[in-house]
């Protein structure tokens, strides 16, 4: 039964966090943070841009709050809303903004570059945006852009590695874009690295069905 609990409860953050970030693509969304409390449940959302979040007089959030209750059948809910410290390093945020740059006609090259140079120069250790789809033409192709020291997999990058995937709506279809970012703070004693300031690019072409 409390396993039951647990997932149920995993399954409903995550509905509730897809929703938010439909919901709150204006204010720069980044994630949210639940706990139970004994009166209820508090919901910190992280975003870039708190105004949007709670809106004019309050609207927003209290829309969101009565959808918790009625759709999400969060008990009681409590919505606190706290800005995102830094924006070039929260992946979330930097990867919204490609998907909005794409969606608005700019070239995936250019846009991932700009991005790099912010969270690079914000102090990350490193820095990967993958960016999937038909980006042009009829064939789908993934496009890498690295700059940094960037661990990829095993338990070091679950640990020091924040990230993110985000989707863009182009006319051709659509295109995912996933950020990773390594933290500034992280402690690595065993890695000496030291960055060219060179953006690495990797393509990977493949064929799409045709239907």
Request: hydrophobic share 35%; aromatic share 6%.
């Amino acid at each position: 039964m409390i396993e039951r609990t647990f997932v149920g409860e995993n399954v409903s953050e995550t509905l509730i966090d897809e929703y938010f970030k439909t919901k709150l693509v204006r204010a720069g969304y980044s994630h949210i943070d639940f706990k139970k409390t004994p009166i209820g449940t508090r919901i910190t959302v992280f975003a870039e841009k708190p105004g949007f979040v709670i809106g004019r007089k309050g609207k927003m959030v209290k829309e969101l709050t009565e959808t918790l209750a009625t759709e999400y059948s969060v008990k009681n809910p409590q919505i606190e809303v706290k800005q995102v410290e830094n924006p070039d390093l929260d992946p979330a945020v930097v990867g919204h903004k490609i998907a909005s740059s794409l969606e608005r006609g700019m070239h995936f090259r250019k846009t991932a570059h700009s991005a790099i140079r912010r969270v690079m120069g914000s102090g990350a250790k490193g820095v990967a945006i993958i960016v999937s789809g038909k980006l042009s033409g009829e064939r789908s192709r993934t496009e890498k852009f690295m700059d940094g020291y960037m661990k990829h997999c095993g338990e070091p990058a679950e640990a020091l590695v924040n990230k993110s995937h985000q989707l863009a709506k182009l006319k051709l279809g659509i295109v995912g874009v996933t950020v990773k970012i390594m933290r500034p703070d992280v402690s690595l004693p065993d890695e000496i690295v030291i960055s060219s300031g060179e953006i690495k690019e990797v393509s990977e072409i493949s064929e799409v069905s045709q239907e």
